[in-house]
């Protein structure tokens, strides 16, 4: 009579499927693959995930990620099928798997480690905020600068300038040479001209 394998081990054989059935592109082309796609928050979260798993995705590495890897980790059920997932994600994404280090891998925690200590504001880790993003993928801008907003009770709108040229990110993609952010409430956001919170319209007497 063959023996049951236990339940974890089977999800983790699981997760390892659905991660080799993806193509296994060089580390630039997994990169450009997922460039520029940005999704809310919410559609990134695993509730099923222990806390510091459930948000990985949130923040840059939802920009890093092809559209096939953010529908897989999302459908993850198990901590230990999320950890193995992350290691391949990282693999993968290594430009020389011949060396134990891999230098992507490190500059992406050196920095997310820097803007955690930067960004961190509303409860939300410094990485996963709008400028913590950016930072994270492109490193700091290379000037930072005010502008004034056409609105006359908005705060000052902050520009981050990247100069011309400037290397690719940890998406695969060149930075903007503009981004621009606006404090809204105790959050940081992107700026979108002539988009502003709705005032809430009042009840009925």
Known sequence: MTARRPLPVLLLALA???????A??????????GKGKSRPAEELINPLLAPELSLWLVGPISRMATEEEIEAYTSLVDDTAARAFIEE?????????RFAENPLRETFEERAAAADRLF???????RSTDRGTLYVLYGPPGEEDFDISDHRDDPPILVWKYPKGSPEGLDGTEPERFYRFIKRGEKTLFFTPNRRPQRPRPGPP
């Not at 296994?24 to 693959?33: E, M, V």
């Not at 994600?89 to 798997?97: A, G, Q, Y």
């Open 24 to 33: 296994s592109p060089p580390a630039a082309d997994a990169a450009r693959r």
């Open 89 to 97: 994600f990282w693999r993968r994404r290594d430009p020389d798997p």
């Open 120 to 126: 961190t504001e509303a409860g939300a880790r410094g």
């Open 16 to 22: 390892a499927v659905l991660v080799l059935s993806l």
